[in-house]
């Protein structure tokens, strides 16, 4: 993803106004998935320690 830098006066077209949402609403789905998978390892990983703390 690129980088936008906005200085104050700027104003966006209605076209890159929607593009711009696009993007991020794509780049937020992407970020929740990877979330997702990430607590799906990290709650594997939590359930092997407690088995291991068990098995003492």
């Known amino acids: ?3 936008i830098k906005f200085t104050k ?3 966006l077209s209605d076209k890159d ?3 711009l949402q696009r993007l991020l ?3 937020r789905k992407k970020l ?3 979330l ?3 607590d799906a390892s990290l709650s ?3 359930a092997a320690k407690k088995k291991a ?3 003492k």
Do not use: P
Request: aromatic share 4%; charged share 40%.
């Open 36 to 38: 997702k998978d990430v």
């Open 9 to 11: 006066g700027t104003s």
């Open 53 to 55: 703390k068990k098995k």
């Open 32 to 34: 929740q998935a990877a």
């Open 44 to 46: 594997m990983l939590g």
């Open 17 to 19: 106004r929607k593009s």
């Open 25 to 27: 609403k794509d780049e």
């Open 1 to 3: 993803m690129g980088f």
